[in-house]
Structure formats: C-alpha cells, structure tokens
T-cell receptor
Framework: NAGVTQTPKFQVLKTGQSMTLQCAQD?????MSWYRQDPGMGLRLIHY???????DQGEVPNGYNVSRSTTEDFPLRLLSAAPSQTSVYFC?????????FGPGTRLTVL | KNEVEQSPQNLTAQEGEFITINCSYS?????LHWLQQHPGGGIVSLFM???GKKKHGRLIATINIQEKHSSLHITASHPRDSAVYIC??????????FGKGTHLIIQP
C-alpha cells in the first residue's frame, strides 16, 4: 500500500495563477480532509469529504475548491492564488477515527 | 467547536530526562490524538485514545475525561525524539481540531 500520496511536493506560483494539489489514497477510506499548516497557527481544516460526491467546508475554506469523484482521489484547487495561501498543505484519510497523513505539499505564492 | 490547548509551546531538555506535554480541551471529545512531526517532515499518528492510558515503547499517553486533559510522556528521552508534538481532537467524518504544537528539543 502506498497509503496517502500528495503531488507535487513543492510548488511556486505567482499571484493569480491557479493550480490543483493532488491527493490519493489506496486504503479505501471514506473520510478525507485537507489541512494547511502555518507558523504560529498550527494545522487548520480547509475542506473535508465523507465519501464520493460529498464535500463540506472546514475552518478556512475561502479561496479553495474541492471535489470527490472517486473514493481514492480528493484534489484541492486554488482558483486564483494569493500570497496568503503560502503554506504547507496536508491531505489525510481516515478509517473511523484513525488518521493517515500524506507527506505534504509546500506551496509558495509570490 | 472544541478548543485544544497545549503546553508548553517550547521545551528543551537533556537526553535521558522524563518529558511531559500537556493538552486540554474545552468540550467532550470523540477521540484524542497525539501526532509527531519531525522538522521538514510529515505527520505521524502516535496515539488515538478516548479513555485511560496507552503505551508504545518509551511513549505513554493518558487521558482524564472528567478533567478534559491528556498528557504525552516520553521516558528516557533521546535526541531523535526532537520534534513537534501535536494534540488533536476528532478525526471522524469532519476532520481534526489541532492544538498549536509543542516544539521539543532533546540535547545530547
């Protein structure tokens, strides 16, 4: 099992550009989440999904879109990147309450 | 929304010392998680507990439901234990609520 995978590992964007952060899991978990991690703020929930076709907003959803067309994939889209979205992004999947995290994507928006 | 508070924010200790990191939360929990993150690294789940005590090697996690408090202990600490330790609540369908983490440095 690869577990939870994220691509890319690093990304630099210019303000206004769009991109998609990819997240995939091969454990057949129903629950998946996206978090961002910022110094002094800790980890915060962006969006989450309880199954294919079902998503909902977390604590800091503005500027991000998600979709869940399959159980395996949960991409996070930045529609128009802003410097405030410079962060490290983690995807996670869970079975019940047990959490499995991806390796993270470090995003810089100039 | 549960508020999760950790203390201390930063902790420096000598190799071999007994380490305690504390976590308190404001409302009842579904599951309390302890996570570890090494510098520049990913996040690893250490423990998930809703009552009592769990032990894995030199790590021990306890929780007191009545006091809404959990502790993570490290016995015989080692420099490789240097990391950020994060307490979090939840983890079911609607994700986790995190504390801000404790930066632990173990000096040789």
């Amino acid at each position: 099992n690869a577990g939870v995978t994220q691509t890319p590992k690093f990304q630099v964007l210019k303000t206004g550009q769009s991109m998609t952060l990819q997240c995939a899991q091969d454990m057949n978990h129903e629950y998946m989440s996206w978090y961002r991690q910022d110094p002094g703020m800790g980890l915060r929930l962006i969006h989450y999904s309880v199954g294919a076709g079902i998503t909902d907003q977390g604590e800091v959803p503005n500027g991000y879109n998600v979709s869940r067309s399959t159980t395996e994939d949960f991409p996070l889209r930045l529609l128009s990147a802003a410097p405030s979205q410079t962060s490290v992004y983690f995807c996670a999947s869970s079975y019940g309450y047990e959490q499995f995290f991806g390796p993270g994507t470090r995003l810089t928006v100039l | 929304k549960n508020e999760v508070e950790q203390s201390p924010q930063n902790l420096t200790a000598q190799e071999g010392e007994f380490i305690t990191i504390n976590c308190s939360y404001s409302v009842g929990i579904s599951a309390l998680h302890w996570l570890q993150q090494h510098p520049g690294g990913g996040i690893v789940s250490l423990f998930m507990l809703s009552s009592g005590k769990k032990k894995h090697g030199r790590l021990i996690a306890t929780i007191n439901i009545q006091e809404k408090h959990s502790s993570l202990h490290i016995t015989a600490s080692h420099p490789r234990d240097s990391a950020v330790y994060i307490c979090a609540d939840g983890g079911g369908a609607d994700g986790l609520t995190f504390g801000k983490g404790t930066h632990l440095i173990i000096q040789p």
